[in-house]
């Protein structure tokens, strides 16, 4: 309790409290929050809250009076999302809040993303998403998108309907380390195997870690396929790129 | 207790009308309220996809092998979702035999609930049309003998096609008044078609409307589709048979109060519990998992969850969705033939009547 005493924000408090029950994700951020500044607090707030405009105004406002583009990203941004991620994965919230807690971080990062790229600062790694062939759903995946690039990856979308060839060619013209594929019909689950044995001919899955996802979808088949890992919500895929990576959840 | 009267061997029409009226029923019947269509039974009927989503001969050929060469109790030809989308003018992407016909969702028709514009002669719509000329062979065909579920799609559902699904839920959250306009600029497409489904001989409809646990809240379902979905079950004339997918359990206390027949349930919610949420309030057909078991287990794991459902004295048996087409005749035959089984095991199965309270009977079954 005395940790959660040096947050400023009692609406950071309160959502930690009521919503984190991990110990390990409890400390985790809560130690996160108490490191981070009263103005990086409220951008976290706004952004747990889904409110789009207040994200933006206060993200402007932050780069204006110097804040580092990395500080409101890692201490508002990526903050507000984890708490988010663990909401929805424990089912407080739903995708329509997901997604207005996306549109804030798309506001936030419209600022950020600039300058990070100006200033040549590393993500964590690049992934290649898409839906895999026939397959013209996507809303889990671009929830696995907006946490991943919420959690400093860079993410290429390439879309619903994606043939083996596309995944190639992306992981090839981006130089990629990890392929997601989703699928959310039974009869396009197949095609995240055909995709794999593509990377297989085509000498290149050896260069990639390969995740998948998606309602039908179970680590039985992830195995059968030949896939790296798989990731049963968007929180999971994050957390399974970062272990693909070497990277500390 | 007083044992009930044997029950008289019933057509599979009889079972399953009997069954979603929540009446006793000789032995629980083997539905489908989605579709059961399979690449192996394209090629047996020589009715392959996509035609036979758009041709109603071939549609009702290739829907009539679910009763003719599996054994089920009733008769589904609509194997999509998308029937009364493309009417509106969506997008569709028809794709072939091994994939089914999908919505371009991507490419939303509209954006306010003043662009919703319902084509007047929408039900004239070759791909609607098609459903209702298969329904009407299928009836001549086999008169009364087997049951026939037609399917109209619920508004919800219809929103997802034509706003697109992100921003139909994104505006579900900004703006509840521009949402419910949406849904009632629909609904009556869907009351339409049920009619006409069963002005056209189908003994029951499914309604697929997708307020799914995996997108949206129980607290939606409640807010935004249960008063619909009474109004669905006044105003079509047949028993209607709700489809959800994925986790529904936590909103089947308001689905249980809508009136309407029965409520098709998926494997992620257990049939125990589902059961006993419901309580008799409305039946339940399902819940065969599809992914995991039907297309890539063995018959003898097909057996083990019919069982269950069974057991848990689920009312009509059925694939939990639309099954993957690859998936092998010999495991959905297991479905009937499992039911038959338990049914000989279990010859004085409880009955439960109309209050659902499993009290011992005769060779009858009743919830």
């Known amino acids: ?249 | 207790m007083t044992p009930a009267p044997p029950i008289p061997s019933m057509t599979p029409r009889q079972r399953v009308l009997a069954a979603l009226g929540r009446r006793p029923v000789d032995r629980t019947p083997v539905a489908n309220p989605t579709s059961i269509a399979t690449v192996e039974l394209m090629d047996l009927a020589d009715a392959p996809f996509p035609d036979a989503n758009r041709k109603p001969e071939l549609m009702a050929r290739l829907a009539a092998t679910g009763y003719t060469e599996l054994g089920f109790d009733s008769i589904m030809p609509v194997f999509t979702i998308i029937q009364e989308s493309s009417a509106l003018g969506c997008k569709i992407q028809w794709e072939q035999k091994d994939n089914w016909p999908t919505v371009r969702m991507h490419e939303p028709i509209f954006r306010e609930p003043e662009d919703i514009r319902v084509p007047e002669n929408w039900m004239e719509h070759p791909d609607t049309e098609c459903v209702l000329e298969a329904i009407r062979i299928l009836r001549r065909e086999f008169g009364g003998e087997v049951a026939i579920i037609g399917k109209t799609m619920g508004p919800w559902s219809l929103c997802y096609h034509c706003f697109g699904v992100e921003p139909f839920l994104l505006m579900s959250l900004d703006d509840p008044e521009k949402t419910r306009q949406c849904l009632e600029n629909l609904k009556e497409m869907t009351v339409a078609f049920g009619i006409a489904q069963a002005e056209a001989g189908a003994d029951a409809v499914t309604l697929p409307d997708h307020a799914t646990g995996d997108l949206v809240s129980a607290e939606y379902y409640g807010r935004y589709l249960k008063d619909l979905h009474k109004e669905f079950a006044e105003r079509i004339p047949i028993p209607i048979i709700l489809h959800i997918c994925g986790r529904t359990v936590d909103r089947m206390p308001y689905i249980a109060e809508t009136g309407m027949a029965a409520f098709h349930y998926d494997s992620k919610n257990d049939p125990a519990e589902s059961m006993a949420v419901v309580n008799g309030r409305i039946g339940l057909v399902g819940n065969i998992n599809n992914p995991e078991t039907l297309f890539a287990r063995t018959p003898e794991d097909v057996r083990r969850e019919v069982y269950k459902n069974l057991d848990a004295g689920v009312n009509l048996i059925a694939p939990e969705c639309a099954i993957p087409l690859q998936t092998s005749i010999e495991n959905l035959k297991e479905i009937p033939l499992a039911v038959q089984d338990w049914h000989r095991e279990h010859p004085r199965a409880p009955v439960d009547g109309e209050t659902a309270t499993g009290q011992e009977g005769g060779n009858v079954r009743a919830r």
Do not use: W
């Open chain 1, 1 to 249: 309790m005395s940790e959660l005493g040096d947050i400023a924000s009692d609406f950071i408090r309160q959502e930690i409290e009521e919503y984190i029950a991990r110990p390990d994700e409890r400390e985790r951020i809560t130690n996160t929050f108490r490191r981070a500044s009263e103005r990086m607090q409220a951008i976290a707030a706004a952004l747990i809250d889904g409110d789009h405009p207040t994200v933006d105004r206060l993200t402007r406002e932050a780069l204006e009076a110097g804040v580092g583009a990395l500080e409101v990203m890692d201490f508002g941004l990526i903050a507000g999302m984890s708490i988010v991620g663990v909401k929805f994965r424990e089912n407080f919230i739903y995708v329509p809040e997901v997604l207005a807690c996306a549109r804030a971080m798309k506001a936030g990062m419209a600022h950020i993303s600039p300058i990070l790229s100006a200033s040549g600062i590393e993500p964590l790694g690049k992934v290649i998403m898409g839906t895999v062939k026939g397959d013209l759903h996507d809303i889990g995946k671009n929830l696995c998108i907006m946490m991943l690039r919420g959690s400093g990856f860079e993410v290429i979308d390439l879309g619903v309907d994606t043939s083996p060839d596309k995944f190639i060619a992306a992981v090839e013209q981006h130089n990629a380390s990890i392929v997601g594929m989703s699928a959310l019909l039974t009869t396009t689950m197949p095609n995240m195997g055909k995709t794999i044995e593509a990377f297989i001919d085509a000498d290149l899955r050896d260069q990639v870690k390969i995740m998948v996802g998606g309602a039908p979808v179970t680590q039985d088949f992830a195995d059968d396929m030949g896939a790296d890992g798989y990731g049963k919500d968007a929180v999971a895929c994050v957390t399974l790129a970062k272990q693909l990576l070497g990277v500390a959840a």
